[in-house]
């Protein structure tokens, strides 16, 4: 089995930067992907960011230039660098990889807020 944890949450105000740290342990055979996604109250879980296996990265419209996702292969770790936070970036972000199942982490909070 593989876990995951998230950390580096925290309360921001807008304007501020975070990085989000997401720590996998357990058999991890053949990570094929690695994403960030976001839930904030009342709304769907949604994809922030994602790294494939060949390096290849996508972002949501909505962080394209403030966020950056990376990894370290050998740790078996990924994070997410997020600058310039805006209120709106408030949500429970949750990493995610995609090996042969789909594993989920415990979520993180990030609050944007003055």
């Known amino acids: 089995q593989v876990q995951l944890v998230e950390s580096g949450g925290g309360l921001v105000q807008p304007g501020g930067s975070l990085r989000l740290t997401c720590a996998a342990s357990g058999s991890i055979f053949s990570i094929r992907r690695m994403g960030w996604y976001r839930q904030a109250p009342g709304k769907q879980r949604d994809l922030v960011a994602q790294?494939?296996?060949?390096?290849?990265?996508y972002y949501a419209d909505s962080v394209k230039g403030r966020f950056t996702i990376s990894r370290d292969s050998a740790k078996n770790t990924m994070y997410l660098q997020m600058s310039s936070l805006k209120p709106e970036d408030t949500a429970v972000y949750y990493c995610?990889?995609?090996?042969?199942?789909?594993?989920w982490g415990q979520g993180t909070q990030v609050t944007v807020s003055s």
């Open positions: 790294i494939f296996s060949g390096g290849d990265t």
């Open positions: 995610c990889i995609t090996t042969t199942d789909v594993t």
